[in-house]
């Protein structure tokens, strides 16, 4: 089976230009066939509040109602998805950008409301990979930003984490997948304030010990859930760490496997 | 050799929910191969607005300066281009929504600065269709947004009219092109307050003359010269009128010929 690498990139990179010119003529380098998915970063925000559309939350928790669906929208798939394909373009990657309704690439459907109504927020339920793969056979990347449509002309945010690991799952019947979680940490830490701290490896034995000592919690909890759903699911290798994980031959991050 | 459809539907059909959404049912009925392009209608400015962007003007021209480029890049590859494709494919018709730089489909260069600079404007210089014609082999029907990137990274606003007629001509070696302009009018009219008195075919020689008699003045002029730029480039015939003409055999609109 060939390899195929998929890669998510938060706003550590998105948000810092040089940054993300960085990483986008590294990536434009690797030799796999590759999927890009980046998150939105800052950007959403600062143009609501340049609109002076409130962001509105709910126990803390941010709530996608109609004008901050359109924001994202326009950020997402917009600004920051053309920019990074025309900057691949431009490393002579040949890249096409997709949110989850190109292709009918990712079918979601609205969280249901317990107790919070999240908005338009969309939980996947299905991912179909034959246009991507008519691409990646092609010598072309995917570049996903983190929309999902409900295959009745709704559009949808969705987690780009939960992108990367849906995306890896569709593709792990016909790829060799990898599935590579770019963070502004060295990966998973012992110790949260110590950056050379890095579980070098992670299995579903150790996890559960991890979660019962505390090490792992917070927003690390659902990041290796998504993991470990991928493991799951026939994703080969899930990696945790800086971008220089890919690049660079003895760079530290973690490694999960079942 | 196949027909392919290419069809640009402009502000008229946009800018209005019921119009857009009855025009993409049949859009989606059609059963040649298709490929959609869209202009921007009122929403880039209505953006501009709400941030509080100047709409910068010379010589009556718009000038698409950085922010600008940031808001049509948001509103017509962000909004539009995915809200069209999500209610595609609710229609059961698969698209992809492209700008210029996915695929590298569209490349241009900045519009020279003769006595006004328009800012971040591109001139079509190269059309590669071979990502698109993986998908309309395939069944799935690319929408284009009116943006185009130079290969070093910079996207470039570009004129609806003309992304229609250079893809129609990329196409034109490989398959019997029709290209079709929606517009707000029955097509090319004798008499431009009578939407009754459609010339219904205008050829080389019957142009010249509508010009000379000042039938054909202001914005067709600009519209039916991308006309006969494709027809000189192998399109096989371009159609200019009401939306009604691709889906009513009764119809009556403006057919150029050569």
Same sequence: chains 1, 2.
Wanted: glycine share 8%; net charge neutral.
């Amino acid at each position: 089976m060939k390899t195929l690498k998929i890669i998510k990139i938060g706003g550590n990179i998105i948000d810092n230009k040089k940054t993300l010119s960085d990483f986008l003529i590294k990536f434009s380098k690797l030799d796999d066939p590759k999927l890009l998915v980046h998150g939105g970063g800052k950007l959403a925000t600062k143009l609501a509040n340049q609109m002076g559309v409130e962001v509105k939350m709910t126990s803390g928790r941010r709530i996608t109602d109609t004008d901050t669906l359109d924001i994202t929208t326009m950020v997402y798939a917009g600004k920051i998805n053309k920019n990074i394909v025309a900057q691949l373009q431009a490393n002579n990657c040949n890249a096409v950008g997709f949110s989850g309704a190109d292709g009918n690439t990712i079918v979601s459907v609205k969280r249901p409301v317990k107790d919070v109504d999240f908005g338009f927020v969309g939980d996947v339920i299905k991912v179909n990979t034959q246009v991507l793969q008519l691409l990646v056979n092609n010598n072309i990347s995917p570049v996903f930003c983190a929309l999902t449509h409900d295959k009745n002309g709704q559009l949808f945010n969705t987690n780009a984490d939960t992108i990367a690991s849906e995306l890896a799952i569709g593709f792990a019947k016909d790829y060799e997948v990898e599935l590579y979680y770019c963070f502004d940490k060295n990966g998973v830490l012992q110790d949260v304030v110590d950056d050379d701290s890095v579980i070098l490896n992670i299995n579903t034995t150790t996890y559960k010990e991890l979660i019962e000592q505390g090490t792992i919690a917070d927003g690390m909890l659902p990041k290796l859930n998504n993991c470990f759903h991928a493991l799951e699911n026939n994703v080969s290798k899930v990696c945790v760490g800086k971008q220089d994980m890919l690049f660079q031959s003895d760079s530290k991050f973690t490694t999960i496997e079942k």
